[in-house]
């Protein structure tokens, strides 16, 4: 993975290494809110915004920090 901080929003480029999808990059741009980091990321062009839409092929993942017991 490569990682842009310097863009807005943040870039980031991911390349399959093993699997089915090997060789396959994904565009995508990220960012993190408090505990909660977005990604949102494409087979094709890099998204503009942080959003999925029906039957396309961006991706928007929400992942939040767990906090520890």
């Known amino acids: 993975m490569t990682f842009d901080a310097s863009k807005d929003p943040k870039t980031f480029d991911a390349k399959e290494v093993e699997g ?3 060789g ?3 565009k995508g741009i990220w960012k ?9 990321f494409s087979l094709k062009d890099r998204p503009k ?7 396309t092929d961006v991706y928007l993942m929400v ?3 767990q906090k520890p017991k």
Not at 32 to 40: I, K, R, S
Request: proline letters at 0%; charged letters at 35%.
């Open 20 to 22: 089915l999808g090997v």
């Open 24 to 26: 396959t990059i994904y």
């Open 32 to 40: 993190v809110e408090g505990d909660t980091l977005l990604w949102c």
């Open 49 to 55: 915004k942080f959003e999925s839409e029906k039957d």
């Open 63 to 65: 992942m939040k920090r």
